[in-house]
């Protein structure tokens, strides 16, 4: 994704295993999906990574010098594709958990509304 106009995924990794079986649909995704993906996103370091022995994922670094892995073992290259999409639309933020449900900067005195009041 795009923040001001600048994407912020740099780059991204693609780690597989020459034989092992968990990396047959990483394989097919670089000899299929792989190229077209480049080519339609020039702005975007695509480097591929043998790793003998380990299970495949795909890496992404992101200019805030975050990074994301997601394992990609046993998936078809189709499946692989969208998450290499889905690491290409994210910003590189850290996933925050929200302690409440309403979250405001200005919290109201008088509570949160709700439906079920009885005057």
């Known amino acids: 994704m795009a923040l001001r106009g600048v994407w912020q995924l740099q780059k991204l990794i693609v780690s597989y ?3 092992g079986g ?3 649909g990483i394989r097919a995704f670089m000899e299929s999906k792989l190229p077209a993906f480049k080519e339609s996103n020039p702005q975007l370091e695509v480097v591929t990574e043998l ?3 380990q299970h495949p994922h795909l890496k992404a670094l992101y200019r805030n010098h975050n990074n994301r892995v997601v394992c990609v073992r046993n998936m078809t290259p189709e499946e692989i594709l ?3 999409t889905r690491l290409r639309n994210a ?3 850290k996933v925050v958990k929200l302690r409440t449900r309403h979250v405001t ?3 109201s005195v ?3 509304w709700t439906t079920d009041l009885k005057f």
């Open 82 to 84: 969208l998450h290499a």
């Open 105 to 107: 900067k200005c919290p």
């Open 91 to 93: 910003l590189g933020r």
């Open 17 to 19: 295993c020459d034989w």
């Open 22 to 24: 968990s990396s047959r």
């Open 110 to 112: 008088q509570g949160t």
């Open 51 to 53: 790793i003998r022995g």
